[in-house]
């Protein structure tokens, strides 16, 4: 039995579901996301809310149980709050801007790297080694943050580059004389 799974999701009010089959649309304040599940789960709407159960006891099923219920969560979660990351820049020189409808970020190459951003992203610079990037799809909002991580990775052994806030990086010491 999947521990994850067998908890209800909560529809909170002014968001509207709609099930037409494996087909799933919420609606809330901040957009509009569809999900299509996979056959082996289904799902109900009851008094409690989204209710998802496996078809059969199969161990695929089983699998997908959890995870079912764990993208519908997600999807309800970002119609009503949305998702945010926030990435930190260290190093001499490095630093970040927005120009129009791209991402401008200095990380120490002989040429700026501009990132376009995507549609259904929005993405902010507080300060000039702050991003943050916040969206009503989580899987979209960590897929940029990965990427944007993925230009200048943080390095051991001075902490220079892009990294997520509150990662932790561990350190190297320095080679001895």
């Known amino acids: 039995m999947s521990r994850i799974g067998k908890y209800p999701v909560e529809v909170p009010k002014g968001v509207t579901v709609t099930l037409n089959g494996q087909d799933l649309a919420v609606k809330g304040p901040k957009g509009e996301l569809k999900l299509t599940l996979v056959d082996d789960v289904t799902v109900e709407q009851g008094e409690s809310g ?69 549609e259904g992203i929005d993405i902010k610079c507080t300060k000039p080694t702050e991003i ?30 892009v990294k997520y806030a509150g990662e932790y990086i561990f350190r190297k010491e320095g080679k001895k004389k």
């Open 50 to 118: 989204l209710k998802v159960a496996p078809r059969e006891d199969t161990q695929r099923a089983r699998a997908m149980w959890g995870l079912s219920r764990t993208l519908v969560k997600n999807i309800v979660t970002g119609v009503t709050d949305g998702f945010t990351k926030t990435l930190e820049i260290n190093g001499v020189g490095y630093r970040a801007a927005i120009q129009g409808k791209n991402l401008q970020l200095n990380l120490g190459f002989s040429h700026d790297v501009l990132y376009p951003i995507p």
């Open 132 to 161: 943050v990037i916040t969206g009503i799809d989580k899987q979209k909002v960590g897929q940029v943050a990965a990427e944007i991580r993925g230009y200048r990775g943080p390095e051991p052994y001075k902490g220079k580059g």
